[in-house]
């Protein structure tokens, strides 16, 4: 079995959420503070590196909320292509309409304060992004 790589995609950060090998379960790993795209994608592949044996790569498409593509899906594919070309991998998009919203609700369901949640929520969102491709792949 291959891992999958999760990443929630935003303006200022990229959450990232990692598969275990048997592609059952997403686990959070971190948030990338997002600087050039160089610079981001050697993060990535240093993320790849550090676990191994990543086979695809699951992306979030911030669709607007009736389904249609906006600017942020073009930004968003636009960052897939650079990831596909960067590692050879194939990109998988998955609706993330309601995943960061989720991940807050839960964060402050936890009592976690607004400064600790910044970066947790995107963590979070991959995660859910993760485990939402995971329960597709595994029927």
């Known amino acids: 079995m291959m891992r999958a790589l999760a990443l929630d995609y935003g303006d200022k950060r990229i959450g990232v959420a990692i598969s275990d ?3 059952w379960t ?23 590196s550090e676990y191994g044996n990543v086979g ?10 009736d389904g249609s593509e906006g600017e942020r899906v073009l930004k968003t594919r636009e960052f897939a292509k650079e990831l596909e070309q960067r590692f050879q991998l194939p990109v998988v998009e998955i609706d993330e309409r309601w995943s960061s919203m989720e991940a807050e609700k839960i964060l402050i369901n936890a009592d976690m304060s607004r400064q600790k949640r ?18 597709q792949t595994n029927r």
């Open 118 to 135: 910044k970066g947790k929520v995107d963590q979070l969102a991959a995660t859910l992004i993760l485990q939402t491709y995971l329960g």
């Open 21 to 23: 090998e048997m592609g």
């Open 56 to 65: 695809t790569i699951v992306i979030g498409m911030p669709f607007n909320m």
């Open 26 to 48: 997403a686990q959070g790993v971190s948030y990338i503070k997002r600087t050039t795209l160089a610079q981001d994608l050697t993060v990535i592949e240093n993320v790849i």
